[in-house]
T-cell receptor, first 112, second 115 residues
Framework: GQQLNQSPQSMFIQEGEDVSMNCTSS?????WLWYKQDPGEGPVLLIA?????ELTSNGRLTAQFGITRKDSFLNISASIPSDVGIYFC????????????FGDGTTLTVKP | NAGVMQNPRHLVRRRGQEARLRCSPM?????VYWYRQLPEEGLKFMVY????????ESGMPKERFSAEFPKEGPSILRIQQVVRGDSAAYFC?????????????FGNGTRLTVT
């Protein structure tokens, strides 16, 4: 089946620093999604990308859909303590949109 | 996460017992998806249901696991004769259409602990 490799596995940064994380896949996806999960809660959608090459921002977050359709990255600028959490990428094929494939997550720790 | 309701939030079962997890989709949504999350891993697709139909159960273990989404009432994920390896967080998501390419919005999950 399809697999997503998400890196880095964890990050420890100082408040105010920028963060970058990425996902790569062995096969093509038509949609890339980025979620954040806080302890004890479900994943919350941050950004959705629908076209190869698309660059989308949501506040301090920016994500891009790779040209090859096999990768995506998420950047967080000027990190703040509430950015702490686990960030997941997920890929979808339009033929079965609900059947998303998730990466194993990047755990972000922000030191004040 | 607003709208997709899961209960219970926490469930403790002894080995061999049955676990029933419930999911009420967002109002107007007729498609439900169940995912499982093991500690320090991402979510893994289990099953996709429409009202009274199982559309895709390719992620469901072959034994002991079943799911339903009746015409009335919530979707139920049922795990019979639970084992310690079933301990995980189980998340539900819903959408209005099966071919909807919009991303899924998840509930807050049921955390199953098997002792």
């Amino acid at each position: 089946g399809q697999q997503l490799n998400q890196s880095p596995q964890s990050m420890f940064i100082q408040e105010g620093e920028d963060v970058s994380m990425n996902c790569t896949s062995s096969s093509i996806f038509n949609t890339w999604l980025w979620y954040k999960q806080d302890p004890g809660e479900g994943p919350v959608l941050l950004i959705a990308l629908y076209k190869a090459g698309e660059l989308t921002s949501n506040g301090r977050l920016t994500a891009q859909f790779g040209i090859t359709r096999k990768d995506s990255f998420l950047n967080i600028s000027a990190s703040i303590p509430s950015d702490v959490g686990i960030y997941f990428c997920a890929g979808q094929l339009n033929t079965n949109a609900g059947k998303s494939t998730f990466g194993d997550g990047t755990t972000l720790t922000v030191k004040p | 996460n607003a709208g997709v309701m899961q209960n219970p939030r926490h469930l403790v079962r002894r080995r061999g017992q049955e676990a029933r997890l419930r999911c009420s989709p967002m109002k107007g949504h007729s498609h439900v998806y169940w995912y499982r999350q093991l500690p320090e891993e991402g979510l893994k697709f289990m099953v996709y249901l429409q009202k009274e139909n199982i559309i895709d159960e390719s992620g469901m273990p072959k034994e002991r696991f079943s799911a339903e989404f009746p015409k009335e009432g919530p979707s139920i994920l049922r795990i019979q004769q639970v084992v310690r390896g079933d301990s995980a967080a189980y998340f539900c998501a819903s959408s209005p259409l099966g071919t909807d390419v919009r991303p899924l919005h998840f509930g807050n999950g049921t955390r199953l602990t098997v002792t």
